[in-house]
């Protein structure tokens, strides 16, 4: 009988699914514990090195050691030693597969897909064998377990919808890092182009004065920074426009300022139609980096 059903490796700092077993089993309440499983996974930063859990008919186990844990979904007639000396056989076969630079740079989940062939062998000989035939490791972990129980969480611990912090996992209001940025629009990408121009005009109007001034006056060198500056905000309006950021509303706000100001001050060394079309890019980029939200990153990738 069966007392290991689903396997899954995960990056401790952000809950990445690094690779997992394929997924055989439908019933209602082995996807409700997946779903627990999927929360879990997003707070193992603040949990020990070793927990359990249960789910309607299931118990979902965890193990960490670094960047890496290994978490399963095993039968309530599953010994916990059992689980555990499970999860540490795979936490050293992934480790030894895979280096932490591997693990660190990976950015997709299931990045390492191809170790499913290894968690599959894995969750057939421990599911196949007898308790006897892994007798020594499985009193090397008892002991280790009662030395150090692992923690036990309850469903509220996982529960993502309560936000209650309680004495076993703290739960932080931020929200979690698996977002990602609204998909690129055509006008997003035309302001893109734009402040790419504008930049690129303000650097060689900046270094070409800077040539030209450094005998002349130190009076030149604001109007040096007056080209520069907003060379590097056009910059940061791209960077704000391709990636997430926090408080962006504040640094657009300031960004914004600084290109009007710039522009404003250069009057003189630009005609009006060439500061109103600088200006109108910076307000076109700001609108564009405002308009593109957040949308949330789908954990499971149907493995």
């Known amino acids: 009988m069966s007392m290991i059903f689903f396997a899954t490796v995960v990056r401790v700092r952000d809950g990445l699914p690094l690779s997992a077993s394929t997924d055989f089993y439908h019933t209602q309440d082995f996807v409700e514990c997946r779903k627990r499983l999927k929360t879990l996974t997003l707070r193992l930063a603040q949990c020990p090195g070793r927990g359990s859990a249960e789910s309607c008919d ?3 186990h965890f193990s960490a050691s670094g960047d890496v844990a290994c978490m399963a979904i095993c039968s309530r007639q599953c010994p916990t030693a059992m689980a555990f000396c499970f999860l540490e056989t795979l936490w050293w076969e992934f480790t030894a597969s895979y280096d932490n630079t591997c693990i660190g740079l990976a950015s997709r989940p299931y990045a390492f897909l191809e170790f499913d062939n290894v968690i599959q062998k894995m969750k057939w000989h421990f599911n196949c ?3 006897s035939q892994i007798k020594s490791s499985m009193e090397k972990i ?3 377990l009662e030395v150090q129980p692992p923690v036990v969480l309850t469903l509220e611990d996982m529960d ?3 936000g209650v912090m309680n004495g076993h996992v703290p739960m932080h209001s931020q929200p979690a890092p698996n977002v990602r940025m609204e998909p690129v ?3 997003g990408i035309l302001s893109l182009v734009l402040n790419i121009l504008c930049a690129a005009l303000n650097l060689i109007r900046g270094v070409h004065l800077a040539e030209h001034s450094l005998q002349v006056a130190h009076e ?3 109007n040096i920074l007056a080209f520069l500056v907003p060379f590097v905000a056009c910059i940061c309006q791209c960077y704000l426009y391709l990636f997430y950021s926090p408080a962006r509303t504040m640094k657009v706000v300031l960004i914004l300022l600084f290109i009007c100001l710039g522009n404003v001050y250069l009057h ?3 005609n009006l139609w060439q500061i109103l079309f600088h200006i109108g890019v910076a307000f076109l980029s700001s609108y564009q980096i405002l308009s593109r939200q957040l949308q949330e990153k789908q954990l ?4």
């Not at 499971?300 to 493995?303: L, R, S, Y």
Request: proline share 0%; glycine share 8%.
């Open 185 to 187: 629009t055509a006008l």
């Open 160 to 162: 993502v919808a309560n």
């Open 220 to 222: 030149e060198i604001a």
């Open 142 to 144: 008892q002991e280790e």
């Open 268 to 270: 003189g060394l630009r």
């Open 300 to 303: 499971d990738c149907g493995v």
């Open 129 to 131: 064998i007898s308790s």
């Open 58 to 60: 299931f118990r979902i």
